[in-house]
């Protein structure tokens, strides 16, 4: 199994900031993912984390907002860039374990910009 | 493209009650099937998967099997206790990508 820690676990933003969350996975992991889940809603892929190349952006979601960073095997960064109230979403980070057979979430990150 | 429609919530039981959640699903080939559960204030938990036709999971007393002829994979629970009160989530992946869709996503409380 995987346990995977993010930080910050909640946070209230300014609107117009930029908040960072980090993806810490305790041990090797193949493939790691970012989700948003907005208030009431389902979750929704943003980006699959790619090691030491640019993320893999799903429709509607770009770089410039959602910079995404994996520089190692067990690491991983969503940057909310430029935040406004519509961007107040858990923001989970998932992982794919080494066997291939399961995929593992954080606890995620609570955001709500004012 | 891969999709998953969930019963819609929310249900609520009486302690002891048998509990079920549709979940049927559009895709093509041969996908993964997954169980999450997001209890109140908490992350998303993996509660049991499916990796091929006529598979059942099976976790915490909560079981569903992956029937290709009618691309469903409904959970059950024959005795639901208040600590099942939770959000429960149907999803899919492809054996390729592992990108998960996720259905809606089905409320559940459970009074005593």
């Known amino acids: 199994s995987a346990v995977i820690s993010q930080k910050p676990s909640r946070d209230i933003c300014q609107r117009g900031t930029s908040l960072t969350i980090q993806c810490q996975v305790d041990?090797?992991?193949?493939?790691m993912f970012w989700y948003r889940q907005q208030p009431g809603q389902s979750l929704t892929l943003i980006a699959t984390?790619?090691?030491?190349?640019?993320?893999?952006?799903e429709s509607g979601f770009v770089i410039d907002k959602f910079p995404i960073s994996r520089p190692n095997l067990t690491f991983s960064t969503l940057t909310v860039s430029n935040m406004s109230p519509e961007d107040s979403s858990i923001y989970l980070c998932?992982?794919?374990?080494?066997?291939?057979?399961?995929?593992?979430f954080g606890e995620g990150s609570w955001l709500t910009v004012v | 493209g891969n999709s998953v429609t969930q019963m819609e919530g929310p249900v609520t039981l009486s302690e002891e009650a048998f509990l079920t959640i549709n979940c049927t699903y559009t895709?093509?080939?041969?996908?993964?099937l997954f169980w999450y559960v997001q209890y109140p204030g908490e992350g998303l938990q993996l509660l049991l998967k499916?990796?091929?036709?006529?598979d059942k999971g099976s976790n915490k007393g909560f079981e569903a099997t992956y029937r290709k002829e009618t691309t469903s994979f409904h959970l059950e629970k024959g005795s639901v206790q208040v600590s099942d009160s939770a959000v429960y989530f149907c999803?899919?992946?492809?054996?390729?990508?592992?990108?998960?869709?996720f259905g809606a996503g089905t409320t559940v409380t459970v009074r005593a």
């Open positions: 984390a790619n090691q030491g190349s640019e993320a893999t952006y």
């Open positions: 041990s090797q992991v193949t493939m």
């Open positions: 499916a990796t091929k036709a006529d």
């Open positions: 999803a899919l992946s492809k054996s390729n990508d592992y990108k998960l869709s």
């Open positions: 895709a093509t080939g041969y996908p993964s």
């Open positions: 998932s992982a794919l374990d080494r066997a291939g057979n399961t995929i593992y």
